[in-house]
């Protein structure tokens, strides 16, 4: 095993997402290998930092006293004013706290599913979970999801552009199959997840950071994607801009 296949592994091992067998491969490529060794024990220290709160900062009594100091001081209010501002506050407070919910549970929600996306993605570099379909003719894999899966996933050929398509997977993403399609720039994979969107609103591409992983995600026709590497920002970026030309194009 080599260092670049170690590190990729590593957070898998660490958070016991690793089948035996992988497991001990990266265990035996940590005993010859003090560099990954260190990054292991490096790794293992921050978990346990911040399974310990050994990351919490406690502001200094004087920062408080220095902050309420500079505040203007408040007149003291009448009953009427108070009544009238409680009922006030509270049916305002009411609408905002069920708005902040929302945006606050869409945010872990998307959290969470860009968690899944890289967990998905690390099981898929384990040997013999990358493909289902082993194909580089996107005629053949776009028919395989036929049957499998709710949604038709558009399949294009990009390897003129340097994203070599190398096959399809049915993979399972917030407790649902989602179709894989596979792409390959040099050595580097790339998992595109394709699941059916809530609307059909198209939603501009935003670029994540997850896990040392770039996610970047876009909505359009109908469908989710997620298209997931381990390549630089650019060139993910480079790929979803390929990808969705080509989808626009087809029509």
Known sequence: MTCDEAEILLHALLDGELDAGHAREVEAHLATCAKCAAAARDYR???????????????????????????????????RAVLRGFAMGSAVSAIAASGLFAVVLRSDDEARIQAEIVSAHLRSLQAGHLTDVVSTDQHTVKP????????????????????????????YVDGRPVAAVIYRRRQHMINLFVAQAANTEPRAARMETVQGFNIRRWSERGLNYWAVSDLAKDELANFGER????????G
Not at 45 to 53: N, P
Not at 73 to 78: D, G, H, N, R
Not at 145 to 161: C, E, K, W
Not at 243 to 250: D, I, L
């Open 45 to 79: 220290e921050m978990k346990k930092a911040v399974a310990q709160g050994g990351l919490r900062y406690t502001a200094p009594p004087e920062l408080r006293r220095r902050i309420e100091a500079s505040l203007p001081q408040a007149e003291v209010p009448t009953r």
């Open 144 to 171: 395989w999801f036929n049957g499998r899966i709710d949604v038709a996933p558009p399949v294009v050929d990009l390897g003129p552009q340097g994203f070599a398509l190398i096959g399809g997977r049915l993979d």
């Open 243 to 250: 990808f969705e030309a080509a989808t626009r194009a087809a």
